[in-house]
């Protein structure tokens, strides 16, 4: 079993992603289903000012792999607030067997954006992360600003 663990140059204090990976704002759970939803392990979510990192383990080593963070635009109303987030996985047909570990980052600004914009002031939001076709099972963590 091959094992590959690599790291993002976060370039700004503030966590924001260089590399411009930003959350995607969508309307509903049948908008997130249209994303890319290979099987990846979701091994550990923080938050590092207003970037979300990601640990993501996963089975390939022969093509390149795509992740996006979709975001739905309604926030349930519960103390605080919360986010549903989905991590969406496109493995490109790789069908090699080596056990992959990335270190993701994502600029989070535009949910920040989207929840100023309808409740007029700073967080915190409960963000509940789901791993790729993981619908009913969530990790959760705090966005605070």
Avoid: W
């Avoid at 759970?29 to 939803?37: E, G, I, P, R, S």
């Avoid at 979510?45 to 207003?50: R, Y």
Wanted: net charge negative.
């Amino acid at each position: 079993m091959l094992f590959r663990s690599t790291a993002c140059d976060f370039g700004d204090p503030n966590g924001v992603d260089k590399d411009g990976n930003q959350i995607i704002i969508v309307d509903d759970l049948n908008a997130v289903k249209k994303y890319a939803d290979d099987n990846a392990k979701l091994n550990q979510a923080t938050i590092v000012g207003d970037s979300m990192k990601l640990s993501i383990s996963y089975s390939g080593g022969c093509q390149t792999h795509e992740f996006k963070l979709i975001g739905l635009k309604d926030f349930a109303e519960s103390s605080p607030l919360q986010a549903t987030i989905y991590i969406s996985h496109n493995a490109n047909k790789d069908d090699c067997e080596a056990f992959l570990t990335e270190e993701l980052a994502f600029d989070i600004i535009p949910l920040k954006e989207h929840y100023n914009s309808i409740y007029q002031g700073g967080g915190p939001i409960e963000l509940a992360i789901h791993e790729p076709g993981v619908y009913d099972k969530s990790t959760l963590v705090m966005y605070v600003f």
